[in-house]
């Protein structure tokens, strides 16, 4: 490169250096070398396959798989450094090898067990079955352990078919399990394997488990055109100026042109002779000398060669066709001289393409030659100077005879295609320069341009010459720099064919200008049509067809064809061969059929189709709405900006198919969304205004269909995108503002619902669904992961998968159902709310099995489907782990439990039932049943009777019944209980089992101490308030025999002005007990009682504690325990009986209350009794007298009496002191006053009328 790109590229230093070695191998396509096609129809002309026989061993019991010599696989079979193609052993079966040379690989055949292997005696051994009998050393048919090279001899699988032996894939026999292999086959029948491969001798091996397989004399596929000269035992070294040639690389047994050229002062001054001023015909005619000089270079013999130098006598060989009958009749003269005629066309040709191949065309075995199904042999012939010579005549079939000249063809054209740009069209290539646009590199090819006008101008023909050139040889890359060669020369051939200049030019250049219909013929075409709707036909041989104006219908049939449509809606069928398609402007449908194929459809909405056969195919659809169909193996489809929106239809059957869709520069990876239409996936680039639409991407079941993948979509930055990054990306599903169902796929989904109600179900993946406005339906599959559902506005449900899931809620969205389902313990489900929705305005309710997060007035909330079981636990399978607020707050299930559940009741009769977390249970109107569960819960009844409980485990709870006669049951625990004014009559049930719990009933506003009086009522202990409407009835405060029931026990009764009562404080008010007005029995307990009998002839038996007894009317019984302090017992009328306790007590005794029994026993010295009259009495209004061991205490002028019983018999029975209005008497005084009083006349005359001064006198010092 003397200058323009070469200059630029100088100028960029090392830089430099790498990109002008990458610009080289993009300006210089073909400069591999010699094309497959060369091979190919060399072989189809040999009618024979060369073959390797190594020993293989069926390890997987399938059979031995192999692969073809054509696939890539280059082996040393013979030894001599060069590795030629070679059929090949699958992975999953295995060579058996030794390396006899210790170097750790396996070199070459020699380390195999085959034809190539050296025996013992220095012989070659005919089969692997014999190479391995040399190691039988025992002589026993069986190679096993008991042979000392056992453990030397390898099993190599090949496991990534490389041809190169690794360490990791040579194996000893016995770590397969293999215990010996027999030695004799059993069978030597051909086998064919398919590949080109076949298995002749075979038999047997036993595995250490005593089963057996196969072992097989495979004779493997060789195909020399593929070579590897760089372990070669005769390296060349490429002379100075040699290095400066164009290296094409070579193939079969001739070296690469440079090394080649090194070799021979001929080739290289052919080589050196081509130079951008030598035309297209002088090039193309030096091709023949430089090929034969070329193919010189290989010490391979020619098959002519070999024959002609097998024998001490003469012998010639020619070969030819069978002799026409035209020329047999003309007499041997002629015969033999069209056979030398014949011979010296094809020998030349022959020997060429055989060295070319590293081949053979014929078989010679035993002094004779097979080829075409014949078999010829030598012939003597006496020549007229008397000489005997022997004679071959090698007859080629008519189809042997073409398919050599089509291998000639094709090599020459391939060399050809090599050298053109870096030799004739050298300066072209040259002009090509560089320019930094938006800090990336971009050709500019207005240089090429220039100069091709120029020569166009100076000599059209010469120019349309270059032009079809540079297009053949490098327009693949022109065109990917901005040259459009099939316009400029549909543009210069119109312009030409107006005159006959052009149109001489036109011929000059080789180009054909036909109107209507046309047939070319079998060499290469170069046919253009006119204004017309043109019909041509290529033929045979790689054409060039150009259909210009009209809408025109092109053919390439067989070869490697080239069509233009031009302008106008044309039809382009390349046929057979790799064909390059361009459809110009118009709606064109092009059809490349087999081979290798490159359609391009340029402007409008273009069909392109390649058969389902081709092979590494290019499709391009252009601008325009473009379908674009594949093949059933590799295609690639090119996609640039402004291209419209392509649909690409792949169908690929071939499991190593890659398909690619190619993107061009400015389309990033970044700017591409992924949406989902039905089956079909399409990728649309920045607005939209571009797509590619990928048909039937997905199956029904919403898999995707592996027959129609794309394996690759490449970005021009080299970002490089797979049917994974899709399901990565994520499928995005646009709706309608209908009801749409949108279903997802087996990877990532982006739904979007719109308006309507819609219904989303995404596949597996980590899917985003979002429902839009309406009522949607929303759910992943099971396995789904990390997947995103927001139900958007409208009252959604929205279900997840077995893993994590997160739920985006926002403002406005309504009333939305959560329905959660987790399977994996390590799952993380969330439910996020998005902006203006705080925890604080979140309440948590229950409505039967499901937990509702109220957001707000109520406007907003979210369902928690089935989030408790039936028995009112958590239901962890549906948790979900946190609930994110936009502020960073995070709630967890714990959070529910701590906050609670609100449950609200209707107006009816509810049954509301908590859970295992905290409560908060709302009955409202109505007779309701509200059992919380465990945690700390909140029960409140309303109006009506209501019954409510908590669980014996719950904590801290709060009861308030409310209106209406309620039964607050609470737990073993510490448990609070609200009463307000009004509430009406409530029942407590408490049970405390936790010695640390403190319980308290909590008093409203207008509730005072002072207004609560405390009952007691069988065992319950009453609380009434104020007049009686209200009251806490405190049920089994007692125990039956009269004790505190401690496990019943309220700690704390509080008020309101911040009063608090304690159990201890019921006992010093007293519980007072009310008798009915029959006959009672009532007993207090052991703290302060306060009993009264009302009427009936009641029994009154006051506890310990301080009591007060009152009987009331009737006859009663009233007494006291022995340990009671400072009781009161008052009889009330009717004759009644007071017994005191061991301590002090005070008797009540008032006019009227008939005739009263007391019974004291004082044991304690400290004890001071009372006896107290009625407030209107004085002693002289009493008559005091004993009855035997009884003080008879009478009213005067009544038949009111009170008696001591026993004051006489005992000091303890007696009452230490006497209450009258006027004085109180004391014990030691009584028998004094009764002495004086016994001098009056009756107990109904008062004292005071007594005239006796001495018995006023004896009262008066008498009363303390």
């Given amino acids: 490169m003397d200058n323009g790109l070469g200059a630029f590229i100088q100028g960029l230093g090392e830089f430099g250096g790498w990109l002008g070695i990458e610009l080289y191998d993009l300006l210089h396509p073909s400069q591999n070398g010699v094309a497959n096609n060369v091979n190919e129809n060399f072989r189809n002309a040999a009618n024979f396959v060369p073959r390797r026989d190594p020993l293989t061993l069926d390890l997987d019991g399938d059979g031995i798989e192999t692969v073809s010599a054509n696939n890539g696989v280059l082996f040393d079979h013979d030894g001599d450094g060069v590795k030629s193609g070679s059929g090949w052993v699958a992975a999953d079966d295995g060579l058996l090898v030794m390396d006899r040379n210790g170097n750790g690989t396996i070199d070459g055949g020699g380390e195999l067990f085959g034809a190539d292997t050296i025996l013992a005696d220095g012989r070659k051994a005919g089969s692997g079955f014999e190479a391995l009998r040399d190691l039988d050393e025992n002589g026993d048919g069986i190679f096993s352990k008991t042979d000392a090279h056992f453990n030397d001899v390898r099993i190599w699988r090949d496991l990534n078919q490389d041809g190169i032996s690794q360490a990791g894939e040579l194996f000893r026999l016995s770590e397969l399990g293999i215990a010996s292999i027999t030695l004799k086959p059993t069978t030597t029948a051909d086998l064919d394997l398919g590949n080109g491969n076949v298995v002749d001798n075979r038999g047997a091996y036993t595995r250490l488990d005593g089963t057996t397989g196969l072992a097989g004399d495979l004779q493997l596929a060789v195909n020399n055109f593929f070579r590897d000269f760089s372990g070669s035992l005769d390296p060349v070294t490429v002379t100075d100026e040699a290095a400066h040639l164009p290296n094409l690389k070579g193939s079969g047994a001739v070296r690469d042109l440079e090394e080649a ?28 000398t430089m090929l034969a000089d070329w193919a010189g270079t290989s010490t391979m013999k020619s098959s002519e060669d070999i024959l002609e130098t097998s024998s001490s006598t003469k012998r010639t060989v020619y070969y030819h066709g069978a002799v026409p009958a035209s020329v047999t009749a003309q007499g041997a003269a002629a015969v033999e001289a069209w056979e030398k005629q014949q011979h010296a066309q094809l020998a030349s040709i022959v020997a060429i393409l055989e060295k070319f191949n590293g081949s053979s065309l014929i078989s010679y075995q035993n002094d004779q030659v097979s ?403 309406g009522d949607d339906v929303l759910s992943v599959s099971g396995d789904a992961q990390n997947s995103v559902l927001a139900g958007g506005t409208g009252n959604d449900t929205l279900s997840g998968s077995y893993n994590s899931d997160t739920y985006l809620f926002n403002k406005g969205d309504g009333h939305d159902t959560v329905v959660e389902t987790s399977y994996n313990s390590g799952a993380v489900d969330k439910v996020v709310f998005g902006e203006g929705i705080l925890a604080s305005t979140v309440q948590v309710f229950r409505e039967g099995l499901d937990v509702v997060l109220s957001i707000g007035d109520g406007a907003d909330s979210v369902r ?316 002289d209004d009493t008559f005091f007298s004993r009855s035997g061991d009884d003080l008879s205490i009478a009213i005067r002028g009544s038949d009111d009496q009170l008696t001591v019983s026993g004051w006489f018999a005992s000091s303890s029975s007696q009452v230490e002191y006497l209450q009258f209005k006027d004085k109180t008497v004391a014990s030691s005084e009584v028998a004094a006053l009764i002495a004086a009083m016994a001098t009056t006349s009756s107990s109904s005359a008062p004292l005071v009328s007594s005239n006796s001064q001495e018995a006023k006198l004896l009262v008066a010092s008498s009363i303390v």
């Fill in 261 to 288: 050229a090194s070799l021979s002062q001929d080739l290289l001054a052919d080589v050196q002779a081509l130079t951008p001023g030598t035309s297209r015909e002088a090039m193309r005619a030096a091709l023949d």
């Fill in 371 to 773: 080829t075409g199904g014949n078999t010829y042999s030598w012939k003597n012939v006496t020549r007229a100077d008397g000489s005997v010579e022997q004679v071959m005549n090698v007859v080629l079939q008519p189809e042997q005879i073409s398919a050599l000249l089509s291998a000639y063809a094709n090599l020459k054209e391939s060399v050809y295609a090599g050298l053109v740009t870096q030799t004739r069209l050298h300066d072209y290539v040259d002009s090509l320069a560089m320019r930094v646009v938006d800090g990336k590199l971009q050709f500019d090819i207005s240089g090429l341009a220039a100069m091709l006008e120029s020569k166009a101008r100076s000599n059209l023909g010469e120019g349309l010459q270059d032009a079809l050139d540079l297009y053949k040889y490098a327009g693949s890359f022109l065109a990917e720099a901005g040259w459009d060669g099939p316009a400029l020369l549909n543009d210069w051939i119109e312009s030409a064919s107006t005159t006959s200049a052009g149109l001489e030019a036109i011929a000059f250049a080789g180009i054909k200008t036909v109107s209507g219909s046309f047939t070319g013929t079998s060499a290469d075409d170069l046919v253009w049509g006119e204004s017309v709707n043109d019909i041509i036909h290529g033929g045979g041989g790689n054409d060039l067809i150009g259909g210009g104006a009209g809408s025109d219908t092109l053919y390439g049939d067989t070869g490697n064809d080239r069509l233009f449509g031009g302008s106008g809606d044309d039809s382009l069928f390349g046929g057979d061969g790799s064909d390059i398609l361009f459809g110009g402007a118009g709606n064109d449908t092009l059809s490349g059929g087999t081979g290798t194929d490159r359609l391009e459809g340029g402007a409008g909405d273009d069909v392109l189709s390649v058969s389902g056969d081709a092979q590494n195919s290019v499709l391009a659809g252009g601008t325009g709405n473009d379908t674009l169909s594949g093949s059933y193996n590799s295609d690639t489809y090119l996609f640039n900006q402004g291209d419209g929106r392509d649909t690409v239809v792949e169908t690929s059957y071939n499991s190593g198919a890659v398909d690619k869709v190619v993107f061009g520069e400015g389309i990033l990876a970044s700017t591409v969304q992924v949406f989902r239409e039905g089956l079909d996936v399409v990728l649309s680039i920045g607005d939209g205004a571009d797509s590619v639409r990928l048909k039937n991407w997905l199956t029904s079941g919403g898999a995707e269909n592996g027959s129609v993948s794309i394996e690759q979509f490449v970005f021009a930055d080299g970002t490089i995108w797979t049917p994974a990054t899709l399901k990565t990306k994520g499928l995005t599903t646009l709706g309608t503002s209908g009801d749409d169902k949108l279903t997802g796929w087996n990877g990532n989904d982006i739904l979007f619902g719109g308006a309507g109600n819609d219904t989303l179900s995404g596949g597996t993946g980590t899917d985003r669904l979002e429902g839009g406005a």
């Fill in 864 to 1179: 928690l489907k089935n989030w408790l079981t039936s028995g009112g636990a958590e239901n962890g399978s549906v948790s979900i782990e946190q609930f994110v607020f936009a502020d960073g707050t995070i709630w967890t299930p714990a959070t529910l439990k701590t906050k609670g559940l609100t449950t609200l009741g209707t107006s009816g009769d509810d049954k509301l039932t908590g859970w295992n977390g905290n409560d908060i249970l709302f009955g409202g109107a109505g007779n309701d049943t509200l059992s919380g569960g465990t945690g700390t819960d909140r029960l409140e009844g309303g109006a009506g009777d209501d019954v409510l409980s908590v669980s014996g485990d719950a904590q801290n709870s709060v009861l308030a019944g409310g209106t209406g006669n309620d039964t607050l049951s609470g737990s073993y625990n510490s448990d609070t209980y609200l009463f307000n004014k009004g509430d009406g009559h409530d029942t407590v049930v408490e049970t405390s089992y936790n010695s640390g719990a403190v319980d308290k009933v909590v008093f409203g506003e207008g509730i005072l101490a002072s207004t609560v009086q405390v009952f007691r009522e069988g065992l319950d202990v009453v609380l009434s308030i104020g007049d009686g409407a209200d009251s806490v009835r405190l049920k089994n405060w007692l125990t039956s025999g009269g004790a505190e029931n401690g496990s019943v026990s309220i700690e704390q009764f509080v008020f309101a002005d911040g009063t608090i009562w304690t159990p201890a404080t019921l006992k010093t008010k007293g519980l007072t007990t009310l008798g009915t007005s029959g006959d009672d029995k009532l007993t207090g307990w052991n703290g302060n009682d306060i009993l009264f009998g009302g009427a009936g002839n009641d029994t009154l038996s006051g506890g310990t504690g301080t009591d007060r007894l009152e009987g009331g009317a009737g006859d009663d019984v009233l007494s006291v325990s022995g340990d009671a302090q400072n009781s009161v017992l008052a009889g009330g009328t009717g004759n009644d009986t007071l017994s005191g306790s061991y301590n002090s007590d005070t008797y009540l005794f008032n006019k009227g209350d008939g005739r009263d029994t007391v019974l004291e026993t004082s044991t304690y010295s400290g004890a001071k009794d009372r006896i107290v009259f009625d407030k209107d009495l004085a002693v």
